[in-house]
């Protein structure tokens, strides 16, 4: 409570810390303070503006796994943007999640596949090793299209493929199309994902997994 006197918050002020989550490390509740700290004790310092961060909260039930994707500001908006030469853009959530503690990495991997396994059970397919089995591309032009409500012709892609340039060119095609539907993913390789590599298969079903919660969001059935 001194902190917050100090920090000059008035009590209607949304507080987003507290010594609980101080305690048990939080990151996003440690820069909340970090950033009051600096506008109170160092107003000169100036701040990056209108900093945001994509927050996957991830709730375990009997139901499986639920998550939703929360937007949290950090900064407000300034007209000094443009005198600022700190830079938020390029920032990549999932390079920041894998800098994490394992067991904080793994919660997102599993809300992941549950979200894969979920759009993929209608056509009766699971996923257990999401590098593995989307090495291909196969799986991923399935979950594209079931997501996006299209059908991908079967003699646009190997279905079967056989060869790394048969997956290659799967995962090209995965990758224009993905484009097309303006999720943008730079320094992204068809041989990334064939070489199971695990920040580009996490970079894809991220994008993938935003925008379908996004779009439940606004279009709520």
Known sequence: EELNKRLGLQDSSPIKWN????????LLATIHLLV????????????????????????????????????????????AASDSSVSTEGVDPIEQLLKLEANKVNTVKKALLHFVNQNLA???LQVADMDKQLADGVILLLLIGQLEG???????????????????????????????MGLQLSNIDPQDIVSQDTTATLKVLYALFKKHKRQMREDPV
Do not use: C, R, Y
Not at 19 to 25: A, R, T
Not at 152 to 157: A, G, H, N
């Open 150 to 180: 299209f059908f991908i012709p079967l003699f646009s892609f190997h279905l079967t493929p056989v060869s790394d340039s048969e997956m290659i060119q799967n995962v090209a095609l995965a990758l224009e199309l993905l484009d097309d």
């Open 122 to 124: 209608t056509l009766g």
């Open 36 to 79: 009051a700290m600096v506008k109170a004790f160092q107003p000169e310092l100036i701040l990056p503006p209108n900093v945001k961060v994509e927050v996957v909260a991830v709730e375990v039930g009997k139901n499986g796994i639920k998550s939703e994707v929360q937007t949290e500001i950090l900064t407000e908006d300034s007209s």
């Open 19 to 26: 010594v609980k989550l101080i305690h048990n490390k939080d």
